[in-house]
């Protein structure tokens, strides 16, 4: 489509590589289930938003302000829950790292402790949110104010609809771990809080 003698974007929103290989988080994740879990579930939320917008009021907006603007709207919830997902994947696979794991770095480990007691507490604390999450859902460590918090939420659903900014999070759809784990999610959680969570990401999101 042109407009103003420029080459028109009629899909905005693009998956955005990983950044990693998909063999990278082996064998905590495998190959496999990167492939179908960022290959086909949230290449296909991208797909359906771009088909769900286009040509209304929300084609030319960013994720977060069509998540902001369709949240709560019955009418919209299609929308919604693919602009949320699109925008939930792309945060959780800067969420994972080969080398995750250890110690935050030290401005972030000094607020976790400030708030939790200790890092592991912190981690038990992701791990149960994880845990207990009844059906689809994410387990996020978020700054609330000036507060360090961690929350849960269902489905498509994501701190960011509250103002509460997400500094970290583990996606615990059924799709994010059955082919490695089938029904044993704690093992899942437990090895990416042990061995894949980024610490330095969440540290630069707390700035």
Known sequence: MMSNGKLKNAFP??????????????PVISARTIGFHYGKHHKGYVENLNK???????????????????AGNVDKTAIFNNAAQAWNHAFY??????KGGGEPPAALKQKLEATFGTLDACKKALATAAT?????????LVLDGDKLKVVKTGNADSPLTT?????????????????????????????VLDKLINWAFAAKNLG
């Open 132 to 140: 207990t999450q009844f059906g689809s859902g994410w387990a996020w």
């Open 163 to 191: 103002g509460i900014k997400p500094l970290l999070t583990i996606d615990v759809w059924e799709h994010a771990y059955y082919l490695d784990y089938q029904n044993r999610r704690a093992d899942y959680v437990t090895a």
């Open 93 to 98: 696979w800067s969420c994972l790292t080969s």
């Open 13 to 26: 929103h693009v998956l955005a590589p990983l950044p990693y290989a998909e063999n990278a988080l082996d």
């Open 52 to 70: 769900l917008v286009a040509g209304t009021e929300l084609a030319e907006l960013t994720l977060e302000k069509i998540i902001a603007a369709t």
